[in-house]
């Protein structure tokens, strides 16, 4: 029965996936609500460029499951919420699950929930806490047959970047990747690395589990595609892009553009006149 479910998230034609995550006001950060202070006209914007899935939580999933019809974007579940994200981290650190996961999952008729494993430098409970989840997580998801996706993060001091402090060290990243594949992923949403190049040994570290790229803080147009056509061209099974769409000015532009580049092999050239608004 998960097989029913990644069918509906994966492209029929492809075999990859790219979902647009707008779940990020589950983390009570200001910055993270640009581009979504509507969250009901994003969904809509991004319902109508068609991309094979939407993230959301429990409380914003409604806009896309209430839209009448057969085809539209499959809904991935976030389940987890977390206060790791700020310019100055608070006193304490959590990441906390909703309750019954799963079966909220199921109610809202999603093809998958995503869990994060944070490796915050400093806060080893945090990372504690994100393996209970999983852990807690996991057998529920066998049970119910609902695909789960982990998110390995790895975080940079707070101190260097704060915020969206993603660190694109490849020798992190890895043994975080195959940490979340032992686990019990089926799908796992990675880090970027700091050279694209060598992205070829996260496929490789996590095996049969499909990777989906994370996307990161904002990048400029031109970044953004070149990196993307260059990670699927590395064997990964998908993006999962947040930020660098709902954030930009034309974000269904930027959404049929990387469409195009996942499912059909678009070179970047191909497709910036899509986000300039030339075509």
Same mark, same amino acid.
């Given at each position: 029965?998960?097989?029913?479910?990644?069918?509906?998230?994966?492209?029929?034609?492809?075999?990859?996936?790219? *979902? +647009?995550?707008?779940?990020?006001?589950?983390?009570?950060? &200001?910055?993270?609500?640009?581009?979504?202070?509507?969250?009901?006209?994003?969904?809509? $914007?991004?319902? *109508? =460029?068609?991309?094979?899935?939407?993230?959301?939580?429990?409380?914003?999933?409604?806009?896309?499951?209430?839209?009448?019809?057969?085809?539209?974007?499959?809904?991935?579940?976030?389940?987890?919420? =977390?206060?790791?994200?700020?310019?100055?981290?608070?006193?304490? &650190?959590?990441?906390?699950?909703?309750?019954?996961?799963?079966?909220?999952? $199921?109610?809202?008729?999603?093809?998958?929930? +995503?869990?994060?494993?944070?490796?915050?430098? %400093?806060?080893?409970?945090?990372?504690?806490?994100?393996?209970?989840?999983?852990?807690?997580?996991?057998?529920?998801?066998?049970?119910?047959?609902?695909?789960?996706?982990?998110?390995?993060?790895?975080?940079?001091?707070?101190?260097?970047?704060?915020?969206?402090?993603?660190?694109?060290?490849?020798?992190? $990243?890895?043994?975080?990747?195959?940490?979340?594949?032992?686990? %019990?992923?089926?799908?796992?949403?990675?880090?970027?690395?700091?050279? +694209?190049?060598?992205?070829?040994?996260?496929?490789?570290?996590?095996?049969?589990?499909?990777?989906?790229?994370?996307?990161?803080?904002?990048?400029?147009?031109?970044?953004?595609?070149?990196?993307?056509?260059?990670?699927?061209?590395?064997?990964?099974?998908?993006?999962?892009?947040?930020?660098?769409?709902?954030?930009?000015?034309?974000? %269904? %532009?930027?959404?049929?553009?990387?469409?195009?580049?996942?499912?059909?092999?678009?070179?970047?050239? *191909?497709? $910036?006149?899509?986000?300039?608004?030339?075509?």
């Amino acid at each position: 029965m998960k097989a029913s479910r990644l069918n509906r998230l994966f492209n029929e034609k492809s075999g990859k996936c790219f *979902d +647009v995550a707008i779940d990020h006001g589950f983390f009570n950060e &200001l910055t993270f609500l640009g581009g979504i202070e509507n969250i009901e006209k994003s969904v809509k $914007i991004l319902i *109508d =460029a068609d991309p094979d899935a939407i993230q959301l939580t429990v409380g914003q999933a409604h806009h896309l499951q209430s839209v009448p019809g057969k085809k539209k974007p499959a809904l991935v579940l976030r389940t987890d919420v =977390a206060n790791v994200y700020g310019l100055e981290l608070q006193s304490v &650190l959590y990441s906390r699950m909703i309750e019954e996961p799963v079966l909220q999952a $199921i109610r809202l008729d999603a093809t998958c929930v +995503v869990v994060n494993l944070f490796r915050i430098p %400093g806060a080893p409970e945090v990372t504690d806490q994100c393996i209970q989840n999983i852990l807690k997580l996991k057998p529920m998801c066998d049970h119910y047959s609902m695909p789960l996706m982990i998110e390995p993060l790895v975080f940079r001091p707070n101190s260097e970047a704060g915020g969206y402090m993603v660190d694109g060290n490849i020798d992190i $990243i890895l043994p975080l990747v195959r940490q979340a594949v032992e686990l %019990g992923a089926d799908i796992i949403k990675a880090d970027p690395c700091e050279n +694209v190049e060598d992205y070829h040994k996260v496929v490789e570290v996590a095996g049969s589990v499909p990777i989906l790229v994370r996307g990161g803080g904002r990048a400029d147009d031109e970044e953004l595609l070149d990196r993307t056509y260059k990670l699927m061209k590395q064997g990964v099974k998908g993006i999962v892009y947040g930020r660098n769409v709902v954030q930009h000015a034309n974000s %269904g %532009g930027m959404t049929r553009a990387l469409m195009a580049i996942v499912h059909d092999g678009a070179k970047p050239e *191909d497709v $910036i006149g899509w986000v300039k608004g030339n075509k």
